[in-house]
């Protein structure tokens, strides 16, 4: 005979905490709450695999689960000494759902069942208060009439008003019993009206109605949506708890109340809460009248706190909280209700709460000795850091809504509208704050965003160069805010009636894509000493370093604010768009003939090496990986003929004879052209000057600090082992001159970025000529799936939400495929030469779920963005102690 009942309180210990996939979270906890002795009213609970079963076999229950349930119901009459169905003093019972997760679009509860016309008129006597029986009458004839019976609630309510208007009362307690049995009268005819038959006056028929409606609504379309949502499988099933009712609205010494046993919102170590006096169930937060406070010393003039109303009750509430700490080891939701001055716990489970309270509450934890400190590590949600480390909006700040767009990267800025870069740029040099604003951005924007405070475009996805950009530089942006229109031309912004001109304040809230007209009051972050904390007992538990992307002196300062250990990528090209610079660039790409290349790129020198004598300095000591030139060089390439004229001019020659050699240059499919090593061996001029660069602001920085950086040269888009070779000798020979110059030498190294599938399948003959490999996994992605992600918007948005892919890839590693690539290539890396260093840079070097695969497959470190530097930080830490549990396991 299989179990299907589990019966909880009055000594009967059958259920755990630990059997939440049995019983459902709510089952579970108040099993274990009865077990550790705490006053629970005695129940039982109908395990979620009858709801498999249910759904499995036609919507039949199984056989024998009637015999369970009435014995089961035998036992709380037992317990409580009051009879189901019984007119002279009836046992009532709340029935309520539960997954193993908590779960919105489930059934709501229903209490006060086992009421019918017979047995209410046996409670109110039993109780000497028959205003309470009708109350509970009429509650229950709602909640089983909306929830079960499928009534439009409204409908109840309704009948609810017009009986206070008409008796003059403004607050439902002022109602008599008179009142409640005029409106138990309406409700039973609206039941009627609604449905075509009677309230159903059977307890029993009641009841299996109700446990019926519980397993009903796990297939109902909100909760088919929430769980596709929240990938919950729809085998977990629900269970049902049959639990005796306590009543919190029998009178003054009557009350219900929620709290949390730490502030969940700040996450210091109070009690927190509300109750109602002479209330049941959801009153509290229905907000049908004030809630009042728990404590003394957190109560305002005129509010009556629980501590001073009912002491007793209070007190033990307090030993309860201590207890469920103690015993959970973790922040308690707790649900209460006080029936004449008796307290009864009627759930808890870990409360949600801020990230500022997570963090806050791991640490004290810890410092208490409650858990210890890898435990508090993993407490906290690495990606949640992302909110403690931005400006955020006041949340009480008076608001005027524009328009909204993607949340593409968090933190929230106020600026003047301005629709160019230079303009950004140019305002910001003067003192100003800007927010910039384009229809979309592109490279040639860097300096632009760079300037601005916050971003905004009306065009453009999640993985845009506005959202990727603006992500890396910790720029907060609006991205694809396609409700609001921008035009250049009048220099206005507009959406819904509104306009925002140029040089007008607008704010965005980056991590909710909200567009707000005029200034909105700020917070600034709080990166308090518990945040410091946290991140140390990490770095002690990680195996992997963490890196930063990071090409200007500002990024690597953030990057080591951080806690970065180095640079893992550095993106030159970035050097390469600078205003100054650019017609030197243009100047290299435009002439014909080597020698003409290298009068241009002479002229770049001095601009590289002073960009690498900066982040040097800054980087002193540590690794810094230098990605040598990579973008198709027609992406440098002037465009408005005033350009063309200016390059023409300084090389001496006319515009038509610039156009002409653009024209030579273009390509149909520049990404996959010429690019990446392809331009360091067709042109070895090029990545000679960089190294050249590199290696002379080195050796300056390695003087002037006594500490030398640790280049680690990277060269990019190698397919085969003979580019790597070709380029590597550049860069060799290039070292050997600077060094043979200056009479001194640094470390440094050569390596690749491993992007290609013919890089992964032939690793072990790369490795041959690498020190270290770096998996480009933006790139990687790309040539793995043969997808472009610039075009990807059109179908990678629909793919995700049909389940076609489990999450966009470019976001999160594709373990399945990209990572299979990634693990080839580190399986042949390592057996042709086991001392090669790996590394992962690109967005996924800052995904806690990537991390985690970083590793499980070995990696020596991730590099991701400076701002998410934290985040790695302690994902890696949680990817490290979840490895290490695994091996114990
Ligand atoms: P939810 O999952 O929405 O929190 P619950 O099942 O916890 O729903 O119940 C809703 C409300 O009813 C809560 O305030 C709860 O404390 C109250 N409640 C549930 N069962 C009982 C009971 N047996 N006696 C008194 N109140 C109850
Ligand atoms: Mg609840
Ligand atoms: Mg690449």
């Known amino acids: 005979m299989t179990k299907w009942v589990y019966s909880f309180g009055a000594g009967h210990k059958e259920g755990r905490a630990d059997m939440r996939d049995l019983l459902g979270g709510k089952g579970a906890n108040l099993a274990e709450m009865a077990s550790i002795g705490l006053p629970v009213p005695p129940g039982f609970t109908i395990s979620t695999e009858v709801c498999t079963a249910f759904y499995d076999n036609k919507k039949q229950y199984p056989d024998d689960l009637k015999g369970q349930v009435e014995a089961a119901l035998k036992v709380i009459e037992k317990a409580v000494g009051l ?28 209490l006060n069942l086992g009421l019918n016309d017979a047995t209410v008129e046996g409670l109110g006597k039993a109780a000497d208060d028959p205003r309470f029986a009708w109350d ?20 109840f309510e309704e009948l609810i008003e017009h009986t206070k208007l008409d008796a003059g009362v403004i607050e439902d307690t002022a109602l008599t019993e008179t009142h409640w049995r005029q409106v138990v009268e309406g409700y039973k005819d609206l039941v009627h009206q609604e449905t075509g038959k009677p309230f159903p006056q059977q307890p029993h028929e009641q009841l299996w109605g109700a446990i019926g409606a519980v397993f009903g609504s796990w297939m109902n379309p909100r909760a088919i949506t929430y769980r596709r949502l929240h990938d919950i499988p729809a085998e977990w099933g629900t269970a049902v708890n049959v639990q005796a009712m306590v009543f919190g609205n029998m009178g003054d010494d009557c009350a219900t109340g929620v709290c949390f046993t730490r502030d969940p919102s700040t996450g210091e170590n109070m009690f927190y809460g509300e109750y109602l006096v002479n209330a049941q169930g959801e009153d509290v937060v229905a907000g049908i009248r004030t809630p009042q406070p728990l404590s003394s010393s957190v109560a305002k003039p005129g509010e009556i706190p629980l501590e001073q109303a009912m ?21 308690q939701d707790i649900e209460f209700t006080v029936q004449q001055n008796k307290l009864y716990m009627l759930q808890t489970r870990n409360g949600k709460r801020t990230a500022a309270a997570s963090l806050r509450m791991a640490v004290e934890m810890a410092r208490d000795g409650l858990i210890d400190e890898a435990e508090a590590v993993m407490r906290v949600n690495p990606s949640s850091l992302d909110q403690l480390l931005h400006p955020m909006l006041d949340p009480k700040a008076p608001r005027t809504l524009l328009g909204k767009g993607l949340p593409a990267s968090p933190g929230a800025a106020s600026g003047v509208v301005v629709f160019s870069s230079d303009e950004a740029e140019s305002r910001t040099a003067k003192g100003e704050s800007v927010i910039l604003v384009r229809i979309e951005t592109s490279p040639e924007d860097i300096h632009g965003m760079h300037a601005a405070q916050g971003i905004l475009t009306t065009r453009g996805g999640m993985t845009s160069h506005a959202a990727v950009v603006a992500r890396g530089m910790g720029r907060p942006c609006v991205a694809g805010a396609g409700g609001i229109s921008v035009d250049y031309n009048t220099q206005v912004l507009a959406a819904g009636g509104k306009q925002v001109r140029a040089g007008e304040v607008i704010t965005l809230d980056g991590a909710t894509g909200e567009v707000f007209v005029g200034s909105v009051a700020m917070i600034e972050p709080a990166v308090s000493g518990d945040f410091g904390t946290l991140m140390a007992w990490a770095d002690k538990h990680r195996r992997m370093g963490v890196r930063a992307n990071a090409e200007t002196p500002m990024d690597a300062e953030t990057a080591r604010k951080f806690g970065a250990e180095g640079i893992g990528l550095c993106r030159t090209e970035h050097m390469f768009f600078d205003p100054e610079r650019i017609l030197a660039v243009r100047q290299m790409i435009i002439s014909d003939s080597e020698s003409g290349r290298r009068t241009a790129l ?7 090496r002073e960009d690498f004598r900066q982040l040097f300095t800054i980087m002193a000591g540590l690794p810094v990986t230098i990605r040598l030139l990579d973008p198709p060089l027609h992406e440098f390439l002037p465009h408005a003929d005033q350009e063309m004229q200016e390059v023409a001019d300084s090389l001496g020659t006319d515009i038509a004879t610039i156009r002409q050699r653009a024209d030579e240059l273009a390509e149909a499919n520049p990404m996959l052209g010429h690019r990446g090593c392809r331009l360091g061996v067709s042109y070895p001029e090029i990545y000679e000057m960089q190294a050249r660069a590199i290696f002379e602001g080195a050796i300056a920085v390695a003087k002037e600090m006594g500490k030398a950086p640790h280049p680690e040269i990277m060269i990019p888009l190698v397919g085969m082992k003979k580019e790597l070779e070709i380029t590597r000798a550049q860069v060799d020979k290039i070292a050997a001159e600077v060094f043979a110059e200056a009479g001194s030498k640094i470390e440094y190294s050569v390596g690749t970025m491993i992007e290609l599938p013919r890089a992964v399948l032939l690793a072990d003959q790369i490795a041959g000529a690498a020190d270290f490999f770096s998996f480009g996994t933006n790139d990687l992605t790309q040539t793995v799936f043969g997808l472009s992600r610039d075009d990807a918007g059109k179908f990678l948005p629909h793919y995700v939400e049909a389940g076609i892919l489990p999450k966009d890839p470019f976001v999160s590693i594709d373990v399945d495929g990209v990572g299979a690539m990634v ?59 979840g490895a290490a549990a695994d091996r114990t396991a």
């Open 83 to 110: 009879k189901f169905d019984d007119k002279s003093h009836p046992l009532l019972v709340s029935v309520r759902s539960g997954a193993r997760v908590s779960m919105p679009g489930m059934m709501d509860t229903v």
């Open 136 to 155: 509970s009458y009429r509650r229950f004839i709602q909640m089983y009439g909306s929830v079960v019976l499928g009534v439009d609630h409204h409908r």
């Open 311 to 331: 002491p007793e009750a209070y007190r033990e509430l307090m030993a309860v909280r201590g207890k469920l700490e103690t015993h959970y080891k973790d922040m």
């Open 602 to 608: 002479s002229r770049l020198l001095p601009f590289q």
């Open 823 to 881: 693990r080839i290539g580190v399986e042949k890396g390592r057996a042709a030469k086991n001392d090669l260093k790996l590394g992962i840079c690109g967005e996924h070097g800052g995904d806690p779920a990537s991390i985690l695969f970083c590793e499980q497959v070995g990696l020596d470190y991730v590099s991701c963005s400076p701002f998410r530097v934290p985040v790695a930080r302690l994902a890696a830490a949680q990817a490290a102690l």
